[in-house]
Structures are given as structure tokens and as C-alpha cells.
T-cell receptor
Framework: GAVVSQHPSRVICKSGTSVKIECRSL??????MFWYRQFPKQSLMLMAT?????????EQGVEKDKFLINHASLTLSTLTVTSAHPEDSSFYIC?????????????????FGPGTRLTVT | GDSVTQMEGPVTLSEEAFLTINCTYT??????LFWYVQYPGEGLQLLLK?????DKGSNKGFEATYRKETTSFHLEKGSVQVSDSAVYFC?????????????FGQGTELSVKP
């Protein structure tokens, strides 16, 4: 149980275009999803927290107009990188916390997706 | 603010050697502590966790004990294998009423040679 998928796993796009990354919880309802960015050989940097049906909360320094997050259902959150530039190239990882899991939401354990490698040329 | 500090890598060991990766934390309140593992090109997998002081988390031969007095959560394994080569992240989670965010250490790369 507690599987999180991401799609696509890899994407290459041209500078100036927009890219959408999907994050799905496959066997549980995700009340909260997190989006992270990871540069090579570095740790994960939290970009934003999204709760189903409400606006995402962005971390300081993250441009909300550039990284659009939509958490429209309890099993799907999307991250859209708008007008992508080469400096947006990175590994994007989502995680989900939800209900219906062993330990309940009180354990607040995050389950991670496999990541999406974005390359902007 | 809350933070996690790990020993710097890379750590290179021979197969069957003993592994310790140090992790210390700073937190207000009583966080839960985690170790995650990341294999090349993949997302994070939870390795083990501990939710209160003196708890010991264990999985796949790895273990770590939540030491409140030393604010530490060191990862240990008695005999590493080549397949353990990966990056290991120590993390703490803030209470739910503070957003439940995970705060990660910088990661420690482990390379195990045959």
C-alpha cells in the first residue's frame, strides 16, 4: 500500500514552453501533497504544500506564478512549470500524506513518488 | 529554526564493513525522526523511523535510536552490502499543527565496494 506515482518520469522541453507533472496517490486519499526540487548531489528543497481543494502554500523564494500547483482531487496534484528556462532543469519529487493508511494520518508519514527529471533546452 | 545535520559523504566501505552515518537535529518540541534512502535516479524510500525518545527504528539490517539527550539519530548497519550503495537522508517532521513538513539533512552518499 501507500504507492505514489509521478508522470512523466522524464521530460525534455524547449525554453519558453510549459510542462505539467502529475502526482497521484494510487491506493489512498492524499489530504496533503508536497512538491520538492532536488539538484544533483543535493538534498530535497521543499517548494510548496498543497491541500486538496485549497490554494498551495509556497515556501519563501519559490515563485508561485511560475510553479503552478493544483490539488483538485484527493488522489491527484499537478505541478506546472510555466515558461520554463534551462535553470528550471531539475529533479522534481512529490510526496503525499493521507488517510486510510496504517497508523492513520496522525503518524503523518510522507510517501514519495519516483520523481520527474525535467530538462529544459 | 529546526534543522538536521548529517555527516558529509561520500562514505566508502568494503562489503561486510560496519556502517555508521551520524545525524543530529535541532527542533522545538518533539519531532518524529526518519531515515530515507535514495537509489540513483529514483525517489525516496522510507528506511526506518522513530516517533519518540528512546524508540529504535529498524529495517533491512539498518537501525537508529532516537536519542533526545544528545539530539541524535545515527544510522547503523552491522554488515553492509554492495546493494546498500545509495544516498541516505536523515529527516525530522514537524508536528501536524505546524504543517507537518519534513526537514532533510544534506544527504550522505554511501558507496560499498565488493
Amino acid at each position: 500500500g501507500a504507492v505514489v506515482s509521478q508522470h512523466p518520469s522524464r521530460v525534455i522541453c524547449k525554453s519558453g514552453t510549459s510542462v505539467k507533472i502529475e502526482c497521484r496517490s494510487l491506493d489512498f486519499q492524499a489530504t496533503t501533497m508536497f512538491w520538492y526540487r532536488q539538484f544533483p548531489k543535493q538534498s530535497l528543497m521543499l517548494m510548496a504544500t498543497s491541500n486538496e481543494g485549497s490554494k498551495a502554500t509556497y515556501e519563501q523564494g519559490v515563485e508561485k506564478d511560475k510553479f503552478l500547483i493544483n490539488h483538485a482531487s484527493l488522489t491527484l496534484s499537478t505541478l506546472t512549470v510555466t515558461s520554463a528556462h534551462p535553470e528550471d532543469s531539475s529533479f522534481y519529487i512529490c510526496s503525499a500524506v493521507g488517510s486510510g493508511l496504517a497508523g492513520g494520518s496522525s503518524s503523518y508519514e510522507q510517501y514519495f513518488g519516483p520523481g520527474t527529471r525535467l530538462t529544459v533546452t | 529554526g529546526d534543522s538536521v545535520t548529517q555527516m558529509e559523504g561520500p562514505v566508502t566501505l568494503s562489503e561486510e564493513a560496519f556502517l555508521t552515518i551520524n545525524c543530529t537535529y535541532t527542533a522545538t518540541g518533539y519531532p518524529s525522526l526518519f531515515w530515507y534512502v535514495q537509489y540513483p535516479g529514483e525517489g525516496l524510500q522510507l528506511l526506518l523511523k522513530a516517533t519518540k525518545a528512546d524508540d529504535k527504528g529498524s529495517n533491512k539490517g539498518f537501525e537508529a535510536t532516537y536519542r533526545k539527550e544528545t539530539t541524535s539519530f545515527h544510522l547503523e548497519k552491522g554488515s553492509v552490502q554492495v546493494s546498500d550503495s545509495a544516498v541516505y537522508f536523515c529527516a525530522l517532521t514537524l508536528p501536524y499543527n505546524q504543517g507537518g513538513k519534513l526537514i532533510f539533512g544534506q544527504g550522505t552518499e554511501l558507496s560499498v565496494k565488493p
